[in-house]
């Protein structure tokens, strides 16, 4: 019998700790933006392509001057 009152007494010391990690990552933003990573995928294309069209503006923005 002892054992089933050290085992509760574990559970509700573990569950504490998983809720108190829980809370703060909910605090510091964890599981703010939830639309963006599903959607990341489908424009990686364009992203790339931003990121090519600026590196060529300041390339030539520098072999101008």
Do not use: C, W
């Amino acid at each position: 019998m002892e054992v089933v009152y050290i085992t509760i007494g574990v559970s509700i010391v573990v569950a504490v700790f998983f809720f108190i990690v829980f809370i703060k990552s909910v605090k510091s933003g964890q599981y703010e933006d939830t639309h963006t990573p599903a959607v990341r995928m489908l424009f990686d294309d364009e992203l790339v392509t931003e990121k090519k069209d600026k590196i060529k503006k300041v390339k030539s923005k520098i072999t101008n001057n």
